[in-house]
């Protein structure tokens, strides 16, 4: 197996893609305990001697997917903003907070949390990923609260924003991305004046 620090062609790129896309979509259509390698490699249309050029089994592909997934909600929060920028959230507008969008574009991906059968353990990784996301990311100035960089106050803010994506799948995504983009801005300007990007 190849190691997962090595730098993968473009074609062995797609190649992990289209496992993971086709990995999605079944346990979004039978279930995780029900979705085999067999089951991943025809959908992908690859053959198991693909499969295991990348993974170990299902665990290790689901592990990666998931590593992958929660890398790029914490990249997406983060990386349109300057290291050490002052924000005020006055001035946020539905292109400030890219999350969203990120969410809507991997829908099937966030889907999973509604299936009943779902990746073990799925449900603490979201609020986990955007906890770590504001804790190592943002510092906020607080409207009234001095506590608001505490460790409680983002794992309440994380919990909060993981509670209303999950409410946004669940209606099938009625609202559109700005929409809800600038639902979150309203939450996070009543509590905060500005932030700064660690």
């Not at 496992?19 to 067999?38: D, F, Q």
Request: glycine share 4%; charged share 25%; aromatic share 12%.
């Amino acid at each position: 197996m190849k190691s997962k620090k090595e730098k993968l062609s473009p074609q062995a790129e797609r190649t992990k893609h289209h496992l993971k896309e086709a990995y999605i979509e079944l346990i979004n259509e039978k279930g995780y305990s029900h979705v085999s390698v067999t089951d991943i490699v025809q959908r992908a249309q690859y053959n198991r001697a693909t499969f295991y050029l990348y993974y170990l089994d299902k665990p290790d592909l689901t592990e990666e997917l998931l590593k992958e997934m929660f890398q790029q909600i914490k990249r997406t929060s983060t990386e349109r903003y300057e290291k050490g920028a002052d924000i005020l959230t006055s001035a946020m507008d539905a292109d400030s907070f890219e999350l969203i969008s990120f969410v809507y574009d991997n829908r099937s991906f966030f889907n999973l949390y509604l299936a009943e059968d779902t990746i073990p353990g799925l449900h603490a990784e979201l609020p986990q990923a955007i906890f770590e996301m504001l804790d190592e990311g943002f510092t906020f100035e607080g409207i009234s609260s001095d506590d608001i960089n505490s460790k409680q106050f983002k794992l309440y803010m994380a919990h909060g924003t993981a509670g209303l994506i999950l409410e946004w799948a669940k209606t099938g995504y009625e609202k559109s991305p700005k929409e809800m983009t600038g639902t979150l801005i309203s939450i996070v300007r009543s509590f905060a004046a500005t932030f700064r990007v660690n």
